[in-house]
């Protein structure tokens, strides 16, 4: 989904007019950039919020994380974590992140979130869960009444119910092999 989509998501959620391409990227002079600057402004963090959520699998990526930095904080091997991750989900063997760098006894495997989300397999459903909290954000800026925030809040709720059950329900998005699975949850 194209940000303006998601964008026109919100407020669709929030009853007010979609925007155009050429009124969120080029504003014409004098005109009221009100709905799209609140828009922009709330939209990191409503894409954070919903990626918190969870450890989703479909926003897992495996980790390119260039050469062996040699032993460190105990452990055998130790590489710089990628730029823009914004969390380490799984490496290989025992392991611990120090900083922006992981210290393991596994191999270089690891599976991680992005800052950026995939350009692909991420379900409708997360981005409507990402448009419905940025509609929650932007309805104190945007519209009048609690009532419109709380009504916007359960629809977040719900989609969010459904797509935990969908993610955790899905075989064939798992990353890991059974042993890799064993040992994630055990370093949880």
Known sequence: MEKLELFNYALDLLNIEPLTEEQLENPAEG????????????????????????????????LDLGEDLGPMAGYRHSYSLPKGLFRLCWADGEYSQVGNKLATNGSDEAYGIM??????????????????????????????????????????????????????????????????????????
């Open 31 to 62: 005109q009221d950039t009100t709905v799209p600057d609140t828009l922009n402004r709330f939209y990191g963090t409503a894409l954070r919020k919903a990626s918190r959520e969870r450890d989703w699998t479909f926003l897992r990526v495996k």
């Open 115 to 188: 800052d950026e989300l995939p350009d692909e397999g991420v379900p409708e459903d997360f981005y409507e869960l990402v448009g419905s909290y940025l509609a929650f954000l932007a309805s104190t800026r945007l519209s009048s009444g609690d009532q419109k925030a709380a009504t916007i809040l359960t629809i977040y709720t719900q989609l969010l119910q459904n797509l935990m059950f969908t993610d955790a329900s899905s075989s064939k998005r798992s990353f890991i092999n059974r042993e890799g699975r064993d040992a994630y949850f055990r370093n949880l």
